[in-house]
């Protein structure tokens, strides 16, 4: 292979990946945007943390904790954990890319689903790996097609449940399966970001597996239903080996101060959590019926938004619905690049922002809920 020598030229498979590509926010020439494409809570962030966020800004001077014990802390208290066990990052993004870059590297293997978060491969192929993508089952991840792709080289299998754009789950029993019949040295990431939403009984985020076992890492945000995006704060339960070897290569301030108190404050607000979990069971009910009162298929979701599917006719078609919206100020996300060229996702919004979208797709179909 030759080499350029006239200018920098990035590792071998670098320009291979294609870019994320975030959802759009802005509907030009519209007076007003109902912002539902990036599955933000409608209930904006704990009062409590936003006070601890400016507590914090009147010590901008300082460095903020390399290790971040206040919201390990936190987290630890609220979910019945050792803080040791716990590791904190610029959102649950970097913890990702950390464990690629620790234990990935050329001629191994990263298991995906065909829905999964974009990240993942990503950060796989950035680390050297082979992104290796198995079909989902009726939008949900198939446990027996991951194991069906195990090979000698696979090192790392990531799942996030519930799924997005899908917005459904994997029940634990499933996950233990999968779990058990891993080779020892490949690590389960169970990517809970949307965990918090979830009330089903045969459910569990991933603390059980997690505590039991040495292959196995759940990470988790507080960009959902914390309503902290803005501050870009992820969090990861992990064994202590792992957590040991992401700490020698994780950069000493990897967190600001202001996102390490109004993290902690949000995770101790559990009455304010409580609060958008119920506020988001009633409109997700809401909005699934109402869409498909008007014809539209809705895949059954337990997160904060739905993917809904539109008919496949002239005029009726995802990206013509998305265009429709858009003049009307709604923004949601097209799904195209997860493998949903006829689909959109949707945020759960404020009441207006729900009711609002409801009504314009009504619109747009030629019906009324």
Not at 233 to 238: C, N, S, V
Not at 299 to 317: I, M, Q, Y
Request: hydrophobic share 45%; charged share 20%.
């Amino acid at each position: 292979m030759s080499t350029d020598m006239t200018k920098p030229v990035p590792r071998s498979g670098i320009l291979d990946i294609a870019a994320y590509v975030p959802g759009k926010e802005h509907a030009p020439g519209v007076a007003r945007v109902f912002k539902l494409s990036s599955n933000e809570t409608p209930l904006g962030a704990s009062p409590k943390a936003i006070a601890a966020a400016r507590a914090a800004a009147d010590h901008l001077e300082r460095y903020p904790d390399g290790q971040a014990k206040e919201l390990r802390q936190a987290i630890a208290d609220v979910h019945g954990l050792n803080p040791a066990n716990i590791m904190c990052g610029n959102g649950s993004d970097e913890l990702l890319a950390l464990l690629c870059h620790v234990y990935l590297g050329t001629g191994d293997e990263a298991i995906v689903t065909e829905h999964g978060f974009a990240i993942y491969k990503i950060q796989a192929m950035g680390a050297g790996a082979t992104p290796v993508t198995v079909k989902e089952k009726d939008c949900t991840v198939d446990v027996d097609a991951i194991l069906a792709a195990v090979t000698k080289k696979t090192k790392m299998v990531f799942i996030a449940n519930p799924g997005n754009p899908t917005g459904t789950y994997v029940p634990v029993s499933e996950i233990r399966r999968l779990q058990a019949s891993l080779p020892k040295n490949v690590i389960l990431v169970l990517d809970a970001a949307y965990a918090e939403y979830v009330r089903r009984n045969d459910y569990e985020a991933g603390i059980e597996l997690v505590s039991s076992n040495a292959n196995v890492v759940m990470t988790r945000t507080f960009s959902k239903i914390y309503g902290l995006a803005a501050l870009r704060i992820g969090w990861m339960f992990a064994p202590a080996d792992i957590i040991d070897a992401l700490n020698r290569v994780r950069a000493p301030f990897n967190m600001n101060a202001v996102a390490i108190a109004a993290g902690a404050a949000a995770m101790r607000d559990q009455a304010f959590t409580e609060t958008a979990v119920t506020y988001n069971l009633l409109w997700i009910d809401k909005v699934t019926s109402a869409l498909e009162a008007i014809g539209l298929k809705v895949t059954p979701s337990v997160a904060n938004f739905v993917l809904v599917h539109f008919p496949d006719a002239e005029g009726k078609r995802a990206p013509e619905a998305d265009d429709f919206l858009t003049s009307r100020g709604y923004i949601v996300r097209a799904v195209r690049g997860y493998g949903f060229p006829n689909a959109l996702r949707m945020s759960i919004g404020t009441e207006e922002a729900n009711r609002g979208l409801i009504e314009t797709l009504g619109e747009f179909m030629g019906r009324t809920a």
